[in-house]
């Protein structure tokens, strides 16, 4: 099992950037699956990235602006976010899954949350 906790979310103005960082605590932490995830008010929770192994895969309207990155040595896995626009507001969560998640991510262990705002 793992735990995570997700720090680094805050206010933001339009345009400007956050660096995520999701702390995991359990062992073989390189052996699973790392992913972010967010949710808006009134909105469902949708994929953000994910890093497995040396893959990374991103949402469509997130690439170009979002890198997610690990550090295994570390427990960490970070999400860098530039360019944000006002409706990326909203909880993030850190999510970990052992090799890979399962398409609905009922394998996932989840973090409790981050919160980013994102201000016009």
């Known amino acids: 099992q793992v735990q995570l906790v997700e720090s680094g979310g805050g206010l933001v103005q339009a345009g400007g950037s956050l660096r995520l960082s999701c702390a995991a605590s359990?062992?073989?932490?390189?052996?699973?699956?790392m992913g972010w995830f967010r949710q808006a008010p009134g909105k469902e929770r949708e994929f953000v990235a994910v890093?497995?192994?040396?893959?990374?895969y991103y949402a469509d309207s997130m690439k170009g602006r979002f890198t997610i990155s690990r550090d295994n040595a570390r427990n960490l896995v970070y999400l860098q976010m530039n360019s944000l626009k006002p409706e990326a507001t909203a909880v993030y969560y850190c999510?970990?899954?052992?090799?890979?998640?399962?398409?609905?991510?009922?394998?996932?262990?989840w973090g409790q949350g981050t919160q980013v705002t994102v201000s016009s």
């Open positions: 359990g062992r073989s932490f390189s052996s699973y699956a």
């Open positions: 890093i497995s192994g040396s893959n990374r």
């Open positions: 999510a970990a899954a052992w090799n890979t998640f399962s398409r609905d991510y009922s394998n996932a262990y």
